[in-house]
């Protein structure tokens, strides 16, 4: 059974500091694109960061690029988001999901196999 599980997330000052996991098993990680999403309310669910099967290309959205670094872990299965100097606009629900294909993610398209997410909320 395919499974993507998103933990790590939580509330934080603006200017901390977050990591998010996603735990993926029942299939071979290593042949998909990972990317992590996040819905605001009242928004739609935005691409955030992606990582390529290999590991060697990346793609960050603008408003996250130089504060959030993806990563993954083909031992444990397990792909990271590092969030730094978070901001008040973080905040939101962030997903993984899966894609066969590399390439940008922008939006959702060719994601498949959703998470039920971890909530952030980024508050004095």
């Known amino acids: 059974q395919v499974q993507l599980v998103e933990s790590g997330g939580g509330l934080v000052q603006p200017g901390g500091s977050l990591t998010l996991s996603c735990a993926t098993s029942g299939f071979g990680m290593d042949y998909w694109t990972i990317g992590w999403f996040r819905q605001a309310p009242g928004k739609e669910r935005e691409g955030v960061s992606c990582i390529s099967k290999l590991g060697d290309s990346t793609y960050y959205a603008d408003s996250v690029k130089g504060r959030f670094t993806i990563s993954r872990d083909e031992i444990k299965k397990i792909v990271y988001l590092h969030m730094n100097s978070l901001r008040f606009e973080d905040s939101g629900i962030y997903y993984c999901?899966?894609?066969?294909?590399?390439?940008?993610?922008?939006?959702?398209?060719?994601?498949?196999?959703w998470g039920p997410g971890t909530q952030v909320t980024v508050s004095a």
């Open positions: 999901a899966r894609r066969f294909h590399d390439g940008a993610c922008p939006n959702t398209d060719g994601f498949g196999s």
